[in-house]
């Protein structure tokens, strides 16, 4: 069995439910919570409450596919769930004259289906400017709430509809030229832990934004394939210290002779002190799991 993945999630974080893959069902939005924090709390001040931001965060999530639980419940064809936001940061940059130049808001939206499969969460930030004639900043807030909300409620619709997808098209979308659509389809090739994706992932370590790259190495250490190990030895050169002993940990969990081979030589002559504790590190454990018969050479 595969060890836990070591692979950090960076930048935006978002948690790809277990989804179906016979079809996308309908997306039945049962009720929306606000929880409280501090940020939230400031937002008071300019005359958004928890009823505002639970009906934005609402009109987000419908704007998103999301669609209202007919009376008496989710019928047959549909997936309940239940929203929730929490407001993480609120602030304002302010001009020599005592206003706002403008704003932003950072939320967390989260999603819980209710058949108990884990929840989406999607995290964004909006920016807001105040506008001509209005009065006070809560205008300029509003718009960086929604600008927020849309956000992330469009994330966590992106990967339901991802989720719900066979894997060829999964594999047609890692070429899709939006960020967040290639995005999503790692994360579901992730979740499927399916070893024919592991070509077309292997194409995408070239991607030209690093979170993809992030997100597909992260896909490629839970899936568990060691063809994936030499590919991750070439992007581990590419990279500066940090990242190359992240990678060392991933390699060293895929296993087989190469990944021991490139560890020996990083723990033994890497220039950086750090990557060569975390490469020793990492061939031990490598060597102890398949002493143990976790994992055989193939």
Not at 67 to 89: I, N
Not at 164 to 193: G, I, Q, Y
Not at 279 to 291: D, F
Request: hydrophobic residues 40%.
């Amino acid at each position: 069995m595969a060890r836990a993945v070591r692979w950090p999630v960076l930048g935006l974080a978002l948690l790809l439910a277990t989804g179906c893959h016979r079809g996308a069902p309908r997306l039945g939005l049962e009720r929306v919570l606000v929880s409280e924090s501090a940020a939230g709390n400031r937002l008071l001040l300019v005359g958004i409450g928890a009823d505002d931001l639970r009906a934005r965060a609402r009109a987000a999530l419908l704007g998103a596919g999301f669609e209202k639980v007919p009376a008496g419940g989710s019928p047959k064809g549909w997936r309940g769930f239940s929203g929730q936001v929490t407001v993480l940061a609120s602030a304002g940059e302010p001009t020599p004259g005592g206003g706002l130049r403008r704003v932003a808001v950072v939320v967390e939206l989260e999603a819980s289906p209710a058949d108990g499969d884990a929840p989406l969460r999607a995290r964004e930030r909006g920016m807001g400017e105040p506008q001509p004639g209005e009065e006070g900043p809560g205008g300029a807030f509003r718009r960086a709430l929604d600008a927020a909300l849309t956000g992330a409620a469009s994330s966590i619709a992106l990967d339901l509809r991802e989720a719900s997808k066979s894997e060829r098209a999964l594999l047609r979308d890692l070429a899709a030229p939006e960020n967040r659509t290639r995005d999503a389809a790692v994360r579901a090739l992730a979740d499927r832990k399916s070893p024919a994706a592991v070509p077309g992932l292997l194409e995408h370590l070239h991607d030209e934004d690093p979170e993809v790259i992030e997100r597909v190495v992260g896909a490629l250490a839970q899936i568990g394939d060691q063809r994936a190990v030499d590919p991750l030895i070439e992007l581990s050169l590419r990279r500066g210290p940090e990242v190359t002993g992240r990678l060392a940990r991933v390699i060293g969990d895929l296993g087989g002779a190469e990944a021991r081979a490139y560890l020996l030589t990083l723990a033994s002559g890497h220039p950086d002190e750090g990557v060569r504790v975390v490469a020793a590190e990492a061939l031990g454990e490598a060597e102890a799991h398949e002493r143990g018969g976790g994992r055989s050479d193939r």
